[in-house]
């Protein structure tokens, strides 16, 4: 059982930037890839990131490349999502999620991942 805290959500202004962070409670966190995912008010979720366990590897939905940046720190069993020249189109809740396998350019199905956030809410103003 993996335990995902996120944080660092809030409000901000169009063009701003936001931090994300993900605690895992697992020891072996560098064993997951992670991925961030996103949903919209009235949309379904959808992909936004993620990150092969050794950090090497990562894969973005063309929506936020050039702008959203993923990393890890498995010192501290941590996953970001570093946020910047955010959109008002970039509302939504975010959510981290875990995954025993490195999916590459296939991490975007939902349902390859086992254990997942609660969320926290980021709003982008105009």
């Known amino acids: 059982q993996v335990e995902l805290v996120e944080s660092g959500g809030g409000l901000v202004q169009a063009g701003g930037s936001l931090r994300l962070s993900c605690a895992a409670s697992?020891?072996?966190?560098?064993?997951?890839?992670m991925g961030w995912f996103r949903r919209a008010p009235g949309k379904e979720r959808e992909f936004v990131s993620a990150?092969?366990?050794?950090?090497?590897?990562?894969y973005d939905a063309d929506s936020v490349k050039g702008r959203f940046t993923i990393s890890r720190d498995n010192a501290k069993n941590t996953v970001y999502l570093q946020m910047s020249s955010l959109k008002p189109e970039d509302t939504a809740v975010y959510y981290c999620?875990?995954?025993?396998?490195?999916?590459?350019?296939?991490?975007?199905?939902?349902?390859?991942?086992?254990?997942w956030g609660q969320g926290t809410q980021v709003t982008v103003s105009s």
């Open positions: 990150i092969s366990g050794s950090g090497r590897s990562t």
């Open positions: 999620a875990a995954t025993r396998y490195w999916y590459g350019s296939t991490s975007a199905n939902q349902g390859q991942y086992d254990y």
């Open positions: 697992r020891r072996t966190f560098s064993s997951y890839a």
